[in-house]
Nanobody, 124 residues
Framework: QVQLVESGGGLVQAGGSLRLSCAAS????????MGWFRQAPGKGREFVAA????????YYADSVKGRFTISRDNAKNTVYLEMNSLKPEDMAVYYC?????????????????WGQGTQVTVSS
């Protein structure tokens, strides 16, 4: 059974920071690129950031570049999303996902497994 479990969401004031974590089962983690997506109420799921298996390649949505940082610790089977300078428009449910063998890192359809999501609320 493949499992992805996110944590670290919560309420933060605009300009603040949060660190999301996603713990993955080993079989998922060791062979998969990982991504973070988000979905705000009434909107589709959108790409936030992704990281390759080795961690050497990282990808970001333009809206979060310079503010968010994705990283992974393969020894802990965990991927992180450090979010700084948060804005009200960052408020959404954030999902961790494990990428399949092919496809763009920024496309929802490229990911085979998804976590349950964690809520990030940013107050203005």
């Amino acid at each position: 059974q493949v499992q992805l479990v996110e944590s670290g969401g919560g309420l933060v004031q605009a300009g603040g920071s949060l660190r999301l974590s996603c713990a993955a089962s080993r079989r998922t983690f060791s062979n998969n690129g990982m991504g973070w997506f988000r979905q705000a109420p009434g909107k589709g799921r959108e790409f936030v950031a992704a990281i390759s298996v080795s961690g050497r390649s990282k990808y970001y949505a333009d809206s979060v570049k310079g503010r968010f940082t994705i990283s992974r610790d393969n020894a802990k089977n965990t991927v992180y999303l450090e979010m700084n300078s948060l804005k009200p428009e960052d408020m959404a449910v954030y999902y961790c996902a494990a990428r399949g063998l092919s496809g763009s890192y920024s496309t929802v359809g490229s990911y085979d497994y998804w976590g349950q999501g964690t809520q990030v609320t940013v107050s203005s």
